[in-house]
């Protein structure tokens, strides 16, 4: 098939890539540009591991095509990030313990992200609002929502120095 050239800016970086039409974005993060950290948990836009932000908002990777990108942003796991400075809703989940087996949490962490830039200071119901699209296999929900909330409220001190 027919390959087409798009440009997309992944984690700040333009890359300029050669794609099969048929491409799906997680496959092109994934395989193309070795991003690993986004997952694929069913392929059928049930798990939401496969999560990413595509200009800002959470998408799920495995039901969007690579070109779609031509021209956008795409966030992973891998740009929360900065330098070696952990990003809040990182260390919330270190914090709070919102990790068992790690599968879904890429894909946590980036719905979370979503939600705490449009909401810096959202409710528990909020939180789980935003978090309705990923599942997590091992239910650990509850220290998953703790971890969101610890991290919009270290933003918030962050926000008043
Ligand atoms: Fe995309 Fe499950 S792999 S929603
Ligand atoms: Fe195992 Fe969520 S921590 S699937």
């Not at 990413?52 to 799920?60: R, S, T, W």
């Not at 270190?94 to 962490?109: D, P, R, V, W, Y």
């Not at 220290?143 to 969101?148: E, G, L, S």
Request: glycine share 8%; aromatic share 4%.
């Amino acid at each position: 098939m027919e390959k087409r050239q798009i440009k997309v800016t992944v984690n700040g970086e333009p890359r300029l890539v050669d794609v099969e039409p048929r491409l799906l974005l997680v496959h092109l993060l994934r395989e193309g540009l070795g991003l690993t950290g986004t997952h694929i948990g069913c392929d059928t836009t049930s798990c939401g591991a496969c999560t990413v932000l595509f200009d800002g908002q959470p998408v799920k990777s495995c039901t969007m095509l690579a070109v779609q990108t031509d021209g956008h942003e795409v966030t992973t796991v891998e740009g929360l990030a900065k330098a070696s400075e952990l990003d809040p809703v990182q260390e919330g989940f270190k914090e709070e313990h919102a990790l068992q087996c790690g599968f879904c949490t890429s894909g946590m962490m980036m719905s979370a992200k979503a939600l705490l830039m449009e909401k810096p200071n959202p409710t528990e119901e909020d939180v789980r609002w935003a978090l309705s699209g990923n599942l997590c296999r091992c239910t650990g929900y509850q220290n998953i929502v703790k971890a969101v909330l610890w991290a919009a409220k270290k933003m918030q001190s962050e926000a008043a120095v």
